[in-house]
């Protein structure tokens, strides 16, 4: 078994004292429901990858950025372990090529599916962690996104208002503005809905929209005009 996934281990850096760890991490739950024998899958190594990863890559961008708050942190962090990431360094590493899957996922395209490896990533990360413990988790995910760390924390900020406004109160009030649906007006097919948002300062904003997220959009958008020009050197929501 080992052989057989000398190629990975090379890849990832990593020599499985249990190369058990491994297999079972690129078991998809689809091949071991067709076992006769009872099989494990990789799910609940998924499960642990997921938290090793999320520990090991805020702890880095902790580190790497000492002046960042909370909200940037959060927004990169995201971005570098959102489903698209993870499966794009699973198919860097070739896991794709290692996968057993079941009869209709394969006919199916799993092996491609950016869900199942992204999936397949975490479990692989906690089958590092399972058989060498978290230091040994954290050289490989460090290993992983050795290029793909940002340079700077002020990432270019989205255009969503409500994440815009999150992360200039978090700025200033180190508190998150909240929402409330006030009331809907109209008849069912034209309903308008009607938006209360709050400020941690206890500053209302009132907005109506077509949805309640265009409605809570609208509010945002107000309340962040008025917080760039009160606190114009705080406000900035590029950080």
């Not at 790497?64 to 942190?73: K, S, T, V, W």
């Not at 794709?96 to 992204?118: I, P, T, V, W, Y």
């Not at 994440?163 to 009030?173: A, M, P």
């Amino acid at each position: 078994m080992e052989e057989e996934f000398l190629r990975l281990q090379q890849g990832i850096h990593y020599r499985f004292s249990q190369v058990k760890h491994l297999a079972t991490a690129l078991t998809h739950s689809s091949w071991a429901n067709e076992q006769a024998e009872p099989c494990d899958d990789n799910e609940r190594l998924e499960f642990l990858g997921d938290a090793v990863l999320e520990l090991s890559v805020t702890e880095e961008l902790f580190k790497r950025f000492p002046e960042a708050h909370e909200g940037q942190l959060t927004k990169i962090r995201s971005k570098l372990v959102k489903e698209k990431s993870l499966s794009n360094v699973a198919l860097e590493l070739g896991l794709n090529d290692f996968l057993k899957l079941g009869r209709g996922e394969e006919s199916q395209g799993g092996r491609m599916r950016s869900s199942l490896l992204a999936d397949t990533m975490e479990a692989v990360i906690g089958a590092v962690f399972l058989d060498g413990g978290y230091p040994e988790a954290c050289k490989l995910i460090l290993n992983l996104f050795e290029d793909k760390w940002p340079e700077t924390f002020k990432i270019e900020t989205s255009k969503d208002f409500k994440s815009q406004l999150q992360e200039v109160t978090q700025e200033i009030f180190k508190e998150r503005p909240t929402y409330v649906l006030s009331g809907t007006a109209g008849p069912e097919h034209e309903k308008v809905f009607q938006v209360i948002l709050n400020l941690p300062t206890g500053k209302t904003f009132e907005a109506e929209g077509t949805s309640l997220k265009k409605a809570e959009q609208t509010a945002a958008a107000t309340a962040i005009v008025y917080l760039n020009s009160k606190y114009p050197e705080k406000s900035d929501p590029k950080g």
